[in-house]
């Protein structure tokens, strides 16, 4: 059993940052592949950006890709999200999810209860 809480959401500038963290309990935590997730208002959940339990192989959606950076560190149970250049449209819920396999799809294993950013024009 893996527990996820999320923080670091929060009221931002567009082109503005914010960093989000993902605390994970128990001690396997650097057996699970990570990812990060968001959900707006009125839309699914998208996939936004995936680690390797190594930290060795990362992927991110288009949308995303060259403003977020995400990254782990095991010997903290941690994931983090950096996010640059902020958009309006990066508006949304985020969640940190943990899954066994490295996909940039759901379904994932466990999951977090989320953290709002919301990116003001």
């Known amino acids: 059993q893996v527990q996820l809480v999320e923080s670091g959401g929060g009221l931002v500038q567009a082109g503005g940052s914010l960093r989000l963290s993902c605390v994970a309990s128990g001690r396997t935590f650097r057996r699970y592949a990570m990812g990060w997730f968001r959900q707006a208002p009125g839309k699914e959940r998208e996939f936004v950006a995936a680690?390797?339990?190594?930290?060795?192989?990362?992927s991110y959606a288009d949308s995303v890709k060259g403003r977020f950076t995400i990254s782990r560190d095991n010997a903290e149970n941690t994931v983090y999200l950096q996010m640059n250049s902020l958009k309006p449209e990066d508006t949304a819920v985020y969640y940190c999810?943990?899954?066994?396999?490295?996909?940039?799809?759901?379904?994932?294993?466990?999951w977090g209860q989320g953290t709002q950013v919301t990116v003001s024009s």
């Open positions: 999810a943990a899954d066994q396999t490295f996909k940039v799809t759901r379904p994932y294993d466990y």
């Open positions: 680690i390797a339990w190594s930290g060795g192989k990362t």
